[in-house]
C-alpha cells in the first residue's frame, strides 16, 4: 500500500506560484496520483490527476518526475481564495478498494496578502 | 446540477439515541462514499458502495454503525447507539463510473453526540 508524506502546512502570498510536493516511495505500477482540496467547513473537491510527466487543467500542474516516486502540485499565481488543505492520494484507478482510499493529514496552505 | 445532498446539515443527538445520516448522490453516479472527519484522524473512508452495493466497508468502526443503499439515488448512514466519541463532520460522495478517483463531496454533516 503506496503511503504517501506531505509538508503538513506551508505559507506564501498572494500572486505567488506554489508548489506542494508529495513522496510516494512505494507507488504501486498501476498507480495514479490525485490531489483534492478541502476548504474550511466543506468537502474535498478533485483538483487534478496524473500518471507520469505532467499533467495541467485551469487550476493547477501535476509534476511527476520518471521515478513516479514524489509528486508536485503546483498552484500559480495563488490568491487569499486558494487558502485550504491540500491531499495527495495515491492509488489504481478506479479503486480497486476501499483500503486505497487514503486522505492523510494533507498539506494546510495558508495564503497571506 | 444540485451535486450531493446530505441532511441534516447539523445534528445534536443525546448519548445512545439513534442517528440517521442521508445522503442523495449525483444522478448518474453509481458509486457512493460515507467518510467522517475529526480532527484526531483527519478524513476516514468507512464505506463504498458501487451500483448500490457495498463493496468495502472495512472503515466501519464498529457494529454500532451500518449504512444501506436501497437505491441509486439515496443512501444513509446509521449510528446507533451513539457515543460522544462519534463526533464528526460526516461527508457523503458520489462518482461516475470507473472514476472513483473523481469523488464529488456534499456539504457534510455535522454531528455532536452529548
Known amino acids: 500500500l503506496a503511503k504517501t508524506t506531505q509538508p503538513i502546512s506551508m505559507d506564501s502570498y498572494e500572486g505567488q506560484e506554489v508548489n506542494i510536493t508529495c513522496s510516494h516511495n512505494?507507488?504501486?505500477?498501476?498507480?495514479?496520483i490525485t490531489w483534492y482540496q478541502q476548504f474550511p467547513s466543506q468537502g474535498p473537491r478533485f483538483i487534478i490527476q496524473?500518471?507520469?510527466t505532467k499533467v495541467t487543467n485551469e487550476v493547477a500542474s501535476l509534476f511527476i518526475p520518471a521515478d513516479r516516486k514524489s509528486s508536485t502540485l503546483s498552484l500559480p499565481r495563488v490568491s487569499l481564495s486558494d487558502t485550504a488543505v491540500y491531499y495527495c492520494?495515491?492509488?489504481?484507478?478506479?479503486?480497486?478498494?476501499?483500503?486505497?482510499?487514503?486522505f492523510g493529514s494533507g498539506t494546510r496552505l495558508s495564503i497571506r496578502p | 446540477d444540485a451535486g450531493v445532498i446530505q441532511s441534516p446539515r447539523h445534528e445534536v443527538t443525546e448519548m445512545g439515541q439513534e442517528v440517521t445520516l442521508r445522503c442523495k448522490p449525483i444522478?448518474?453516479?453509481?458509486?457512493l462514499f460515507w467518510y467522517r472527519q475529526t480532527m484526531m484522524r483527519g478524513l476516514e473512508l468507512l464505506i463504498y458502495?458501487?451500483?448500490?452495493?457495498?463493496?468495502?466497508d472495512s472503515g466501519m468502526p464498529e457494529d454500532r454503525f451500518s449504512a444501506k443503499m436501497p437505491n441509486a439515488s439515496f443512501s444513509t448512514l446509521k449510528i446507533q447507539p451513539s457515543e460522544p466519541r462519534d463526533s464528526a463532520v460526516y461527508f457523503c460522495?458520489?462518482?461516475?463510473?470507473?472514476?472513483?478517483?473523481?469523488?464529488?463531496f456534499g456539504p457534510g454533516t455535522r454531528l455532536t453526540v452529548t
Open positions: 512505494n507507488i504501486a505500477t498501476n498507480d495514479y
Open positions: 458502495f458501487n451500483n448500490n452495493v457495498p463493496i468495502d
Open positions: 444522478s448518474g453516479h453509481n458509486s
Open positions: 496524473g500518471y507520469k
Open positions: 460522495a458520489s462518482s461516475a463510473a470507473g472514476r472513483s478517483y473523481e469523488q464529488y
Open positions: 492520494l495515491v492509488g489504481d484507478r478506479p479503486y480497486s478498494s476501499a483500503s486505497k482510499i487514503i
